[in-house]
């Protein structure tokens, strides 16, 4: 379920009722509001991690003024209006005594519930607009908590009790590119294509069953993405998911297309969620060594020593490359502090020279769950993950073996999807023809 559309629905509503009965359903919607946007914090926050600056119920500072005009409402006479920021140290009671008000309204606020809190937390920055009638009587004030999402609470025309609700305010999704090629790091060219640091760390997280970010980026490698912008009422918000991304690694092209489902496939509709992580460590910890590995290539070293080595500082969490359970967890003079994973009958992972050990034998492990530590523990000259991969047995290159085929998408998906997909693999060619023409 879309936790924004139905906030979204739910103001809709609102619209079609004639306006008097609209400050009643505020009230009735207050609380519907508060339990689709508050479920728990976590439900969008584990499939929109990027989207940080929109997700509901979470409160953030931004420069966006407070107005005083709503979808819900027409105010014929704005001239009451009054904007207080909030000080450090600020109560309610201060921002309420600044603005005129009486310890009764304040007393009022704090007794309306979940809805209301944020007011009870105000955080120094903040805006909070009021509109008094008579007297200085409290008519209404109108707080921002998210730039979709402004609290009001407004006294009643029967006996002046105070309502609160939530407005909500339409998100619209446009569509945009980047795209180039790597010269020194992944790092740098994305931020020169001007991704973001979460853009950055979610395309490598779309392609992080098939790319090791850490070991097997290359100069020349190049990469292009289809990106949402969110924008209301004309202005821009935040960054939405990315829809589509290509990768070429090495001369290998890995592309992916984002489904309702949230989850990203190949345009073929081959989940990119493989058994195993290329790399068992995020590749923004691992020192570059991308210089490097243009002189001695992954492979050579690996036929060496039958594993790869990730540079990276004391501490980094390393983690667990597939599903799996722990085979072994201990220490001795030549690994140190180590763990293997056996994944089904055929795979085991080993993990060297931990400065310490997240799991214990038996235990079973999740793909990206945290086993171990980085360290220096064991027969090393340095700080350093080494990382095996063993098929039957037997060391195998984790790039070039052969792997469990990925999951195809649901058979009833299939159809959706692929309509999806070919919208979004033109979007990505038609981006490269753009940049050609800019060249
Ligand atoms: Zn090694």
């Keep these: 379920m879309n936790i924004r559309n139905k906030a979204k629905e739910t103001i809709n509503l609102f619209k079609q009722l004639p306006k008097h009965h609209q400050t009643g359903l505020a009230v009735a919607s207050a609380f519907i509001c508060g339990l689709l946007l508050f479920p728990s914090e976590s439900v969008e926050a584990s499939r929109h991690s990027d989207v940080s600056m ?5 409160r953030h500072a931004l420069d966006i ?21 909030v000080r450090s140290g600020d109560t309610l009671a201060k921002v309420f005594s600044r603005a005129g008000l009486s310890a009764r309204d304040v007393y009022n606020v704090t007794q309306l519930g979940d809805v209301a809190k944020p007011l009870i937390a105000l955080r120094p920055g903040d805006e909070i607009a009021f509109l008094t009638g008579e007297d200085n009587a409290f008519d209404e004030l109108r707080y921002k908590l998210s730039s979709t999402d ?3 609470v407004r006294a009643s025309g029967v006996n002046g009790a105070l309502e609160a609700a939530i407005d909500t305010r339409d998100i619209d999704i446009r569509h945009n590119f980047a795209q180039g090629e790597i010269d020194s790091s992944f790092w740098n060219a994305a931020t020169k294509a001007g ?7 979610n395309l490598a997280g779309i392609f992080g069953w098939d790319i090791d970010f850490a070991m097997e980026i290359r100069e020349g490698d190049t990469f292009n993405v289809v990106f949402e912008e969110q924008y209301i009422e ?4 935040g960054y939405g998911d990315i829809v589509a991304a290509e990768f070429v690694n090495q001369n290998e092209t890995f592309q992916a297309v984002l489904h309702e489902d949230g989850n990203y496939y190949t345009p073929e509709g081959r989940s990119m969620r493989k058994s195993f992580l290329r790399a068992p460590i995020n590749f923004k910890y691992v020192s570059s060594n991308f210089t490097k590995a243009r002189f001695h290539p992954v492979q050579k070293r690996w036929k060496a020593h039958r594993g790869t080595d990730y540079v990276a500082a004391v501490g980094t969490p390393v983690m667990a490359a597939g599903d799996g359970k ?17 994944h089904g009958e055929t795979y085991t992972t080993k993990y060297l020279h931990f400065k310490s050990r997240a799991v214990r034998v038996g235990e079973t492990v999740r793909q990206g769950q945290t086993i171990g530590y980085l360290g220096s523990t064991g027969m090393v000259t340095g700080a350093h993950l080494h990382y095996e991969f063993l098929v039957d047995g037997v060391h195998r290159n984790p790039r070039t073996v052969e792997l469990p085929n990925p999951l195809p998408i649901a058979e009833e998906e299939r159809a959706a999807f692929m309509a999806i997909a070919e919208v979004r693999v033109a979007q990505l060619n038609n981006n490269k023809r753009i940049m050609l023409a800019m060249r």
């Design 54 to 58: 929109l997700t509901p119920g979470v």
């Design 65 to 85: 003024e407070i107005s005083p005009s709503s979808e819900i409402i027409d105010f014929e006479d704005t001239s009451q209006w009054k904007t207080f920021t």
């Design 150 to 152: 402004t609290l009001i």
């Design 195 to 201: 991704l973001t640091s979460n853009q950055i760390m």
């Design 234 to 237: 004309g202005e821009f918000v």
């Design 326 to 342: 722990v085979i072994k967890s201990g220490y001795d003079r030549f690994n140190g502090h180590h763990v293997f994973v056996q």
